[in-house]
């Protein structure tokens, strides 16, 4: 099959992905072969290829929002049919057993595997994936509308959950790419604000035609003291500002997987029972109820 490799990380201008000819893989035992028929390209990728997160196998095929066609069951699967639309996300599998697992925090387990990161992900024609870890795509969503759900939508899901909203609350986003794009219709769905904070025009002028109620620079004030804030874009030095932006009692999640430093500041600004919290990976249970919602 044809597929990107990165064998180095670097820098992305330089090209590091290998366009080359690799075996098919088998599906080993409780896996299904999957013919992938796109793939979304997340942030965490470029973390991956420019090497911001430690590399763990090489070559490795990166990838982690894809959805595709079942083509075949190994040993003992028995979940999907021949010729079902699945997708196949970041969390690739856990161990099940660890202390994590079984409290239902399956999202921290101690010895996960990753898609596209510690085993090989979507940017190929065809994958290999657990079938318990795969989830059934919607009717009604087309391809290319489903992967992007797969992990900036699940993930923004998470960090929305996270946030504890209740109906006509004020939320801040930090950073509008994907995750956010996608968080904020679930947010309307909810009956939530919205105040968009990021450094893109173009990203600001999309926060306002998809409903926010304000949009306005990275490290701008928004017009109101805010109950919750999620901040996406991988840039520590957001942290004070958002802090400063909320309530007494009101929370602050991270949802990056990766952040510069964050620089010291004033006790103030998190006392009064501020709270940050981050968030990491998810639950399959957040990506059923997730996509359900995205239908
Ligand atoms: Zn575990
Ligand atoms: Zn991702």
């Known amino acids: 099959m044809k597929a990107c490799l990165l064998r180095t990380p670097a820098k992305i201008q330089e090209n590091p992905l290998q366009f080359e000819e690799v075996a098919t893989p088998a599906p080993g035992s409780g896996q299904i072969l999957i013919r992938v028929k796109v793939c979304g390209v997340c942030r965490t990728d470029l973390h991956v290829i420019e090497g911001e997160l430690p590399p763990k196998v090489s070559p490795l095929i990166p990838g982690h929002q894809v959805v595709g066609i079942v083509e075949q069951n190994g040993l003992g699967a028995t979940r999907f049919a021949k010729g079902a639309r699945v997708g196949v996300a970041w969390l690739h599998k856990t161990d099940g057993t660890c202390e994590y697992c079984r409290r239902n925090e399956e999202n921290l387990c101690n010895a996960p595997l990753f898609t596209g990161y510690t085993v090989n992900g979507g940017y190929a024609e065809w994958i290999v994936a657990p079938e318990d870890f795969v989830y059934p ?31 006509g609350a004020k939320l801040g986003f930090y950073g509008f790419g994907a995750a956010a794009h996608v968080a904020i219709q679930v947010a309307k769905n909810w009956g939530v604000e919205v105040y968009a904070a990021t450094r893109d025009e173009r990203h600001q002028k999309l926060a306002l035609e998809l409903g926010a109620k304000w949009a306005g620079g990275g490290l701008d004030a928004p017009p109101t003291q805010l109950d919750a804030s999620v901040v996406f874009a991988p840039a520590g030095e957001i942290v004070p500002t958002a802090l400063k932006a909320l309530r007494k009692g009101g929370r602050l999640i991270l949802g990056g997987i990766h952040m510069s430093d964050i620089p010291s500041f004033p006790y103030d600004l998190l006392y009064q029972e501020r709270m940050i919290r981050s968030v990491a990976n998810n639950t399959r249970q957040d990506g059923e109820e997730f996509l359900k919602l995205a239908a």
């Open 137 to 167: 795509i919607p009717e009604g969503l087309a391809d290319e509308h489903a992967a992007p759900l797969l992990c900036a939508g699940i993930i923004g899901y998470r960090c929305l959950r996270m946030a504890e909203l209740t109906r």
